[in-house]
């Protein structure tokens, strides 16, 4: 099973600011398989990026998503207020299954 | 709009069953998989199985494997999720999610389960 490790587990950072968020696969993931979502406090997480670097519907420019093979970035060009909340790194395995990484929480500093 | 709309929050006891919904619409239910995702408090998301609402294929995350039952009645366009003898490490909020091609775009509002002596 591969293990995917975000980096760092927390972020403070100011809006305005520029977020860098990390995730490393234990194994080479394929970047098709690669998504990033966001989760604010009380929501369900939300779809911000598939096949590592395609915006899903809705989602601002300045969230852009990069990487291949184990190390994958996802990258906050100018913090807006309401981009502070949780993101999450998926890949998709095999069989259906899917594993996340444990969450990188971007704060207010 | 794609929808899919979870049951309400449940505060059950150890060793009680328990079974939440996940209705579907929008879209053709029975041919995309919806997927269970849990989320215990202050944690992380862990993918707990999928179901193919069109002929009821169903897998299990090897964690999951024998501790819950995913099922789905397409005639309503509904999935569920269940538990036979609820444990207090049940606790966590439970959401459903559809899958497209690979893709896990469209989630529940999440079910909130409580379990407590």
């Known amino acids: 099973e591969i293990v995917l490790t975000q980096s760092p587990g927390t972020l403070s950072l100011s809006p305005g600011e520029r977020a860098t968020l990390s995730c490393r696969a234990s194994?080479?993931?394929?970047?098709?398989?690669l998504a990033w979502y966001q989760q604010k406090p009380g929501q369900a997480p939300r779809l911000l990026i598939y096949?590592?670097?395609s915006r899903a519907t809705g989602i601002p420019d300045r969230f852009s998503g990069s990487g291949s093979g184990t190390d994958f970035t996802l990258t906050i060009s100018r913090l807006e207020p309401e981009d502070f909340a949780v993101y999450y790194c998926q890949q998709y395995g095999s069989s259906l299954m899917y594993t996340f990484g444990q969450g990188t929480k971007l704060e207010i500093k | 709009e794609v929808q899919l709309v979870q049951s309400g929050a449940e505060v059950k006891k150890p060793g009680e069953s328990l079974k939440i919904s996940c209705k579907g619409s929008g879209y053709s239910f029975t041919s995309y998989w919806i997927g269970w995702v849990r989320q215990m408090p202050g944690k992380g998301l862990e993918w707990m199985g999928i179901i193919y609402p069109g002929d009821s294929d169903t897998r299990y995350s090897p964690s999951f494997q024998g501790q819950v039952t995913i099922s789905a009645d397409k005639s309503i366009s509904t999935a569920y999720l269940q538990w036979s003898s609820l444990k207090a490490s049940d606790t966590a909020m439970y959401y459903c999610a559809r899958r497209d091609q690979w893709l896990v775009d469209y989630w529940g509002q999440g079910t909130l389960v409580t379990v407590s002596s």
């Open positions: 194994q080479s993931v394929s970047s098709s398989y």
């Open positions: 096949g590592a670097s």
